[in-house]
Each structure stands twice: as structure tokens, then as C-alpha cells.
């Protein structure tokens, strides 16, 4: 019956298919194409269809050979023999199949292509044909198993380039997941390789800490001693070669003070080889500082000896700034420095004597009021000519020989600096004796302040500053003199007592700038020209005593008048009187601030007396008590008039006496 099953099956392709029992589902099982048909190579009944897709998979070799790789034998012998006996007959491989169906049937019975019990029963149709007869005939192509439909082949090749790039991708991706794992296994080699490094380079470093440690430990406990007992190249270079600067200086001190090293180590007999071995080159480089600097400093003060030179801007900038020289100088080598210390001193005394002899030659061509013996406060006026001295100052008659005026302005403009020379020569305009006095001796004051100052600052401390006051009395000495000089020549012969008192003030004031600036060396200077001053000032003043006492003499021995004489006189002021209040107004005022250990009070007082004495005698020529007392009443009041704004302890004494003089003569 199962030949029949077999006989009736529909070939493939007709498009119809009958469904299978439910007992046995449809085998899958390959079938071939040849013309030797196989058991499993039937002819369906008309309307069955055993899973075409599955046929048309199955017929052609690539899918035979999927299947064949992809299913596992699993014991069947129905299994076997389909794929071995291709060259087999029928009938045999019938038998076979029969023979292992009854020992198969447990272990196949799930199998779908393995012939189950139920299929036994199953009747072929083989159209009157024995099974042989199938067997042998030829199937035409149409009708073949695993053939497919043109449709079915176009989808093929269309679902065949999907697999081809589907392939290719899968082949892609296989590449760069092999080139992504080649790159992984070498960055994991090359990570392990690093990190052998790291712990390398960690093993270095812990090493080197530790050397640098013991380095520093070393270093710190041996650097002392080695910069005791070496000197740098760079040191060396620069002593030897190097402009001298800021930076010389620098290595200068450097080189001193490991020579004071080595003179401590040398004194405390610590002695070893590498002390010996410095000791001569730090000798050789103290001789070559020494003479580079005796170089440098004879080079600077041959340079003030050049003409049209301000020795001020060399002491500030070539001098002062390098003062350590001196002292490294000095300190290695005391006589050299001595030497170097003497060629300044007469350079500069040499300067200075130079350029204030060429300054009083210029304050010797300006015009000066000159007030002779004529100009007393009892000289009566004669007419005075214009003289010409030897020194040839033109010298002019004085407007007002008594007031002050504007004379007072000198001592006003302490800011004011002194006369320049080349505007002195220049200068044409009258001046009085306080002018020239002021410029020369300002002049003197403040340039002995600089040099003092520069002595001070560059020779200390290595020479003390009682040999620095000895040194700068030896640089001024000519040009102390010559100041001198020039005091003499203004006053020595003059009768102006307010130019003399001007003067005076003058030096005053100077003498109170130099202690503001503590310059002491000064103060032989100015109490040498105090000494000049003050007893040329008594002078003059016993000079107008004397001819006011002539003046009165002489109107004592007129007492007998006519009538016609005593009719004339007047009770107004006398000239005298008015000579003496303003002379006496400029001396009040020029002592608003004076000492009473002064001699211009005294000398006031004097003259005061006289002038009194001469107006007393003068209101007894008027014979009439009452005109008498009148004309002295005019004379005290005009002197009150003239002194009564002034301040001062000296004024207002001199104030309160007019003033009683005043009452007691006053109607």
C-alpha cells in the first residue's frame, strides 16, 4: 500500500498540492533529479503540495549540502541510506529501509523523515505501472523536483547579491574586528610596557629623592666651608676685566669679605691644603682691585682739573656712587689711599681757590654806592663827585645815605641763589656793599656745605671725621682768605653803617643755615667775619657821635644872636633829626630779632644822647621857652612818627622813650 502512496504523489511544479496526514507530516528529505528514482522521488496527487518552499530549498546542491552539513545523524538507517546509495536499485534500498523500519521506529517515531507505522497503509497510484516500470521511467523537466518557476529563480539571484553583500559585510566586519583586536593586543602589550616603565621610572625617582636628600644634607653641612675656600671664575673675570659698576662693587665686596674668612681662619690656625691654595689667589686679586682702583680714582679726579668743569656732578656720580672703594682702598692698603686721599684735597683746593677767584673778579666789576667820611649825621651836605677806584668799580653818590628802603629785600630772599658770574660782569645797576657781600660769601656757604658733605659721606668711616674737618680746612683755606679779602676791601674804608649792619644779618643767617645743616667747619669763617664787622660797625657809629658833638659844639659857641638871627630860626624839625630817625629806623628794624647781648643798643644809646643834646642846645637859641619847647616837642615827635611802627624789643624801648620825651615837652 505504501508503493501506491508513493506512486500516486504529484510531481513538482504542477501548483497544486494534498495535504499529507496528520499522522506522518511531509518529509524534507532530499530527493534527486536523475532519471534513477529514488523511494522518495513520487508523484503527488493532483492538489498536495509537500511544502514546495521546502522542495524547491532542498533541490539544488547548495541546498542539499546545507543540509546535509547542518543535520547531524542521529541513527537512523533511512537517513543514512539516502544519502550513500545514489547508485543502489530501488527495490533494494526499499528492502533496507523496510528491514530497519521495525528497529528504527522507537527512536524515529518524532522524526518527519523517517516512514512512521501509519504509512504502511498507504496505497500508491503508479497508473497501471509495476514499481519497476516507475522506477525506470524519465520524469520530464517540468515535472523534476527541485525545479523552480522563472519568478522563483529571479528572486533567487535577487536574495543572492543580498546574501553576497550581506556576506561581504559579515567579512568586513570580521576584518575590522580582527584589526580592532590586533590594536587591542598591541595597546595592551604597549600599556603593560608603559606601566613596567612607570614603575621604572618610580623606582628612579624614589632612588633620586633619596640622593637628592643626601645631597642637600651634604651640601648644606660642606657649603659653607667650600665657598670659604673658593672663589668663582665669573668672580675672578670681573675683578680683573670688568667695567667698574654697580656690579664690580658687588664682586668687590665678595672678594673682601672671603679675604676676611681667610684672615680669621689664618689667625685661628685652622690651616688646610685648600686654605693654602687660596690664600695666594686671594692676595693676587686684592692687588689687582687695588690697582684698579687707584686707576679709577686718579682718572676722576684728573677730570676736575679740566676747564669749564662742575666738580659737584663728578663727586655725585663718579665719587659717591663707588664711596666702597675708598674704604676697600683704605682698608688694604692705607698708604696708597692716604696718597689718592692728598691728590683730591689739592685738586680741589686748587678748584676751588680757581673758581672763586675768577667769582670776585666778577663782583669787583659791579657798580657800588660808596659812603665816605662825608656821610655822618653832622656833616653838613657839600657837593660830592663821582670817583673811580683802582679795582675799577665805579662808585656813585648815594640818594639817601640814612634809609633803608629796599635794602632790606637782601635779607628777604633766602631762596634767591647767588649772582651768576657772566650776569655779575653784565650787571650795570648801582648796588650797595651788602650785594657783592652776599653773592661771594653765599656762594662759599653753599659749595663748603657740598664738599663737607662729600668729604663726610666718601672718606668715613675709614678716616675719621676729625681728619675730615682737617681735610676740608685744608681744601678752604685759600679760598676762606679770599673771602676775607673781599670782606675787607667792601667795609674797610665805608661809612655805611646800615650796609655794615646788613651785613652783619647776613652772616647771621648764615651762621644759622650752616648749624641747621650741621656743617661746624664753618664757624671759624663766619666768627672771622663777625670780627670784621662789628668793630667796623662801632667805628662809624663813634664816627657820627663825633660829628653830631661837633655839630653841637659849634651852636654852642653861636649862643649870642641878634634879634634879626633869632627871628628867623623855626621851630620845625631839624635836618639832623631827620637824618637820625631814619637811621635809626633802619637799625630798629634790623633788630627786631637781636640779642640784648648786642652792641647796637649801646651804640644807639650813644648817639641818642648826642642828638639829644645837640637839639637841646639848638631850643636854647630861640631865647623863648615856649618856641624852645616847641622845636623839641616837632624833633621828638617826628622821631616817634618815623620809629612808631616798628616791632621789637630794641624798638619799643627806644619807642617808649621819644614818647616820654614827647609828653614832657608837649603844651
Known sequence: MWLDRLAGAQPPGTGTSTPQPASRPYSPLPRRTSSNLSPYVTSQRAGHSPRASSVSLVSTDSSVSLLASSRKPNGSALKQSSLADDGEDPLKTLEKLLSSLSSDQDDDQDDPTVIAESDMDFEPDFGGLSLKEFAALELPESTTLGTRPPQAVDQYEKDKSKFEDLHRSITACDDVLNSVETNLTSFRNDLAAVSADIESLQTRSTALNRRLENRKAVEKALGPLVEELSVPPDTITKITEGHIDEQWLKVLAEVDKRNALYQKKLSSSQQNKASEDLGPLLEKLTLKA????RDFLVTQIKSMRSPHINAQIIQQQNFLRFKDLFAFLHKHHATLAGEISQAYMNTMRWYYLNQ??????????????????NDVLGHEEVQRKATVLSSSRVVTTPRDAFGLGRRMDVLKSKNQPAL?????????????LEVPFRN???ALIDNASAEYNFLANFFTPAISLAAVSKNFSYIFEPTFELG???SKSLVGDTFDALGLLLCIRLNQHFAFELQRRRIPTLDGYVNATNMLLWPRLQVIMDRHCESVRQLTNAVSAKAARSAADQAKLSAAPHVITQRFGQLLQGFLTLSTEAGDDEPVALSLTRLRSEVEMFLTRNSQSFGDKRKSQRFLYNNFSLILTIIGDIDGKLAAEQQKHFEQLKASYQE
Open 290 to 293: 687695588i690697582e684698579r682702583i
Open 356 to 373: 672763586f677767584g675768577r667769582y670776585e673778579k666778577a663782583l669787583a666789576k659791579l657798580k657800588l654806592h660808596v659812603l665816605d667820611k
Open 420 to 432: 651768576p658770574s657772566y650776569l655779575a660782569e653784565e650787571d650795570q645797576t648801582a648796588h650797595y
Open 440 to 442: 661771594f660769601n653765599l
Open 484 to 486: 676775607q679779602t673781599l
